[in-house]
T-cell receptor, first 116, second 110 residues
Framework: EPEVTQTPSHQVTQMGQEVILRCVPI?????FYWYRQILGQKVEFLVS????????KSEIFDDQFSVERPDGSNFTLKIRSTKLEDSAMYFC??????????????FGPGTRLLVL | AQRVTQPEKLLSVFKGAPVELKCNYS??????LFWYVQYSRQRLQLLLR??SRESIKGFTADLNKGETSFHLKKPFAQEEDSAMYYC????????????FGKGITLSVRP
């Protein structure tokens, strides 16, 4: 069964550094999402992406964050200048987007980001 | 605003005991409700959704709009059911964000 993949699985970075988290969606999926989960807290929505543009974003997704799909395959989340509070597990999810079909989002395994 | 509440953090039962994981939601529109499960060292995966009305791995959940609840139930718990369970919702028929509850750890002891 096809799966969403994410790289790296773990990343440690210094505060103020830029990080790029990568996601390879399931082939032919059209909708892409990033969520994060700070340790001990709930999974929170960050942003959704469709047709090469952001369709929805949360208040967490400020100017430090950006998403793109540069090569038609990878879907990336960039944090421009990391803060300590960005330490979390980041999940990518994708959805096929077939009209008239009740669908579900498929999640990647996550990237654990630690900002020191 | 969308909100999902899972009031308990941990439920520990013995194998064969019944299980009920509680979920309440708040949403002004027409929601679609889901239960996701995360087994140890594995990814979040869909367990079931209210619209399917099916039983997966012996689990069922009924949407009660009057009580705004979507509790997950299983009559006889198995050790392999031990995992983290998350209730989530989004707008019906939309490709929009999922709003998750905090999750509950289910521990099934032998």
């Amino acid at each position: 069964e096809p799966e969403v993949t994410q790289t790296p699985s773990h990343q440690v970075t210094q505060m103020g550094q830029e990080v790029i988290l990568r996601c390879v969606p399931i082939s032919n999926h059209l909708y892409f999402y990033w969520y994060r989960q700070i340790l001990g807290q709930k999974v929170e929505f960050l942003v959704s992406f469709y047709n090469n543009e952001i369709s929805e974003k949360s208040e967490i997704f400020d100017d430090q964050f950006s998403v793109e799909r540069p090569d038609g395959s990878n879907f990336t989340l960039k944090i421009r200048s990391t803060k300590l509070e960005d330490s979390a597990m980041y999940f990518c999810a994708t959805l096929a987007g077939l009209a008239g079909v009740h669908e579900t989002q498929y999640f990647g395994p996550g990237t654990r980001l630690l900002v020191l | 605003a969308q909100r999902v509440t899972q009031p308990e953090k941990l439920l520990s039962v013995f194998k064969g005991a019944p299980v009920e994981l509680k979920c309440n939601y708040s949403y002004s529109g027409s929601p679609e409700l889901f239960w996701y499960v995360q087994y140890s060292r594995q990814r979040l995966q869909l367990l079931l959704r209210h619209i399917s009305r099916e039983s997966i791995k012996g689990f069922t959940a009924d949407l009660n709009k009057g009580e705004t609840s979507f509790h997950l139930k299983k009559p006889f718990a198995q050790e392999e059911d031990s995992a983290m369970y998350y209730c989530a919702l989004n707008r019906t028929g939309a490709n929009s964000k999922l709003t998750f509850g905090k999750g509950i750890t289910l521990s099934v002891r032998p």
